[in-house]
Each structure stands twice: as C-alpha cells, then as structure tokens.
C-alpha cells in the first residue's frame, strides 16, 4: 500500500520543493516567495491588459 499523502510542487519562485500540508504558503515555499510574487504583481510584471473606451456610461444611452 502507498502511504504518499502529502503533495509536493516546486516553489514558482525559486523551485524548492515545498509541501501542501505542512505549509501554509503552498505553492509558495515560504511567504518570502510568496511576498515575492505579490510584489510581482504590484510592480507590473503581470499586468492585466484594460480595455480603453470601456465608458458605461456611453452603454446607457437614453
Ligand atoms: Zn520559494
């Protein structure tokens, strides 16, 4: 029988392995990584594309 419960990721951050149920970061190994990819985020590595001219006001013609 197999006793392999816990799952194993590689960190996105720095691949370290990390586990899922020791680890309340997961799937980062450790908050510093996932601190890392929130700054990631606000810096504007990952930004969202918007939509210009978007206007809901020019949708609700009367
Ligand atoms: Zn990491």
């Known amino acids: 029988m197999s006793s ?3 799952k194993t990721n590689p960190c996105p951050i720095c691949k370290a392995k ?4 020791s680890n ?5 190994c450790s908050e510093r990584c ?3 990819d929130l700054g ?3 810096g504007g590595d990952y930004k ?7 206007d809901f ?4 013609e009367n």
């Not at 969202?48 to 978007?54: H, R, S, V």
């Not at 006001?57 to 609700?60: A, G, T, V």
């Open 57 to 60: 006001d020019e949708l609700e």
């Open 18 to 21: 990390t586990q899922k149920d």
């Open 24 to 28: 309340p970061n997961f799937p980062f």
């Open 48 to 54: 969202i594309p918007n939509k210009p001219g978007l």
């Open 40 to 42: 990631a985020w606000l």
């Open 4 to 6: 392999k419960k816990s």
């Open 34 to 36: 996932k601190l890392i």
